[in-house]
């Protein structure tokens, strides 16, 4: 059964340091979303990939974060440095976004903890 | 701007009992819409995409509505079940872009026994 994987699960971490999330979508998935979810702000799209070119990273602050596809296998988000405003669940999802088919698989996400 | 909304952030209903989600938009007109289950501690779940053109559409106990002139949704599930508990977001694509999902801040649904 494919699934998304994300790593690591869990991440505290102080302010300042860097953080590296790291996501393997699902083989033959053409699209890689980055999202991350707070209970104030909902789930919200910091950037997307197609056939591994950035498409849209608009939702990022393009100062402390940085998302990246190096292989098909593998995509990246960075933040440095950390601040406390990051915390947050950080979800990664991948799709086949051809026409006619839209759903995402999501990933089981990464809990940031910035103190 | 684009805005999605789903009117209740909590729904509490009965076992066996018909449970009617709603989820509203504005500013434009999407190709279609997508409904996405999320339980505590986990990514969301993609159950249903109903396009523009469609009017219902049913997957088991699920059944969802798309009205383009009222820039609604509803999401119902009949025959509830407690294993039903959850959270259900509703997702449109950007205004610029089919790609680009945009998520509903959802509706976290308990039924009781």
Same mark, same amino acid.
């Given at each position: 059964d494919a699934r998304v994987t994300q790593t690591p699960r869990d991440k505290v971490t102080e302010m300042g340091q860097e953080v590296t999330m790291r996501c393997q979508p699902i083989l033959g998935h053409n699209t890689v979303f980055w999202y991350r979810q707070t209970m104030k702000q909902g789930l919200e799209l910091l950037a997307y990939f197609r056939n591994r070119a950035p @498409?849209?990273? #608009?939702?990022? !602050?393009?100062d402390r974060f940085s998302a990246e596809? !190096?292989?098909? %296998?593998l995509a990246t988000l960075k933040i440095? !440095? #950390?601040? !406390?405003?990051?915390?947050a669940v950080y979800f990664c999802a991948s799709g086949l @976004? %051809?026409?006619g088919k839209y759903e995402q698989y999501f990933g089981p996400g990464t809990r940031l903890t910035v103190t | 701007s684009q805005k999605i909304e789903q009117n209740s952030e909590a729904l509490n209903i009965q076992e066996g009992k018909t449970a009617t989600l709603t989820c509203n938009y504005t500013n434009y007109s999407p190709a279609y819409l997508q409904w996405y289950r999320q339980d505590p501690g986990r990514g969301p779940v993609f159950l249903l995409l109903i396009r523009e053109n469609e009017k219902e559409k049913r997957k088991e106990r699920l059944k969802v509505t798309f009205d383009t002139t009222l820039k609604q949704s509803l999401f119902h599930i009949t025959a509830s079940q407690p294993a039903d508990s959850a959270t259900y977001l509703c997702a449109l694509p950007g205004y610029s872009s089919a790609s680009k999902i945009i998520f509903g801040s959802g509706t976290r649904l308990s039924i009781r026994p």
């Open positions: @498409l849209d990273d #608009s939702g990022m !602050p393009k596809m !190096p292989d098909a %296998t440095q !440095p #950390s601040e !406390p405003r990051d915390s @976004l %051809t026409s | -």
